[in-house]
């Protein structure tokens, strides 16, 4: 994977964070630190394809994009969304969740609980878990189950905010 590195009119397509240190070293504005040397190496040693943002000062940044491009025409030609490798097995992913499996689940939903001040009269979004067994038909019959039961109770604001089936805040495991 390689890196494309933009700052202000500056930039340049590299093949490592050494080459993207030393772009920025050059640069007038840049003063290299442990800060942006960690923020690269953990973006390159991630997975997240999106475009990262790493602060320079207090009032700029420099955009960094993983491509598999390997030159700069490359990469202005494919653009940096067609740089991105495919995602594999998604359809799978998606079909496991209604795929057929009576029983017991165990569900664990972190969602956003609206909180009212009881002074102020502001709301607050407050990260809640909620643990549960359910009995369902599939993982999907059972992250349908545990969101209509929060929706259907009178002590959660119903402006409260739930993660999708596919999101990290929801988890479960077929119990049998």
């Not at 943002?53 to 990469?75: D, G, L, P, Y």
């Not at 995602?87 to 165990?106: D, N, R």
């Not at 019959?141 to 039961?149: P, R």
Request: hydrophobic share 40%; glycine share 2%.
């Amino acid at each position: 994977m390689n890196l494309y590195i933009r700052y202000f009119d500056e930039e340049v397509l590299v093949y490592s964070v050494e080459e993207a240190l030393e772009f920025l070293a050059s640069l007038e504005d840049v003063e290299i630190n442990d800060y942006i040397r960690l923020e690269l190496e953990k973006f390159m040693s991630g997975s997240a394809m999106f475009p990262k943002h790493i602060k320079v000062n207090q009032r700029s940044f420099f955009i960094a994009i993983k491509t598999t491009a390997t030159t700069m025409e490359e990469f202005k030609a494919k653009g940096a969304n067609q740089a991105k490798p495919e995602k594999v097995g998604q359809k799978e992913a998606l079909a496991s969740y209604t795929k057929p499996q009576s029983g017991w689940y165990a569900a664990k939903i972190t969602f956003k609980r609206v909180i009212v001040s009881a002074e102020t009269q502001k709301c607050q979004y407050v990260d809640t878990p909620f643990v549960c067994k359910v009995k369902a038909e599939s993982a999907q019959d059972c992250y349908d189950k545990v969101i209509a039961h929060l929706r259907n109770r009178q002590d959660i604001d119903p402006r409260s905010q739930y993660p999708s089936i596919k999101n990290q805040n929801f988890e479960f495991s077929f119990l049998g």
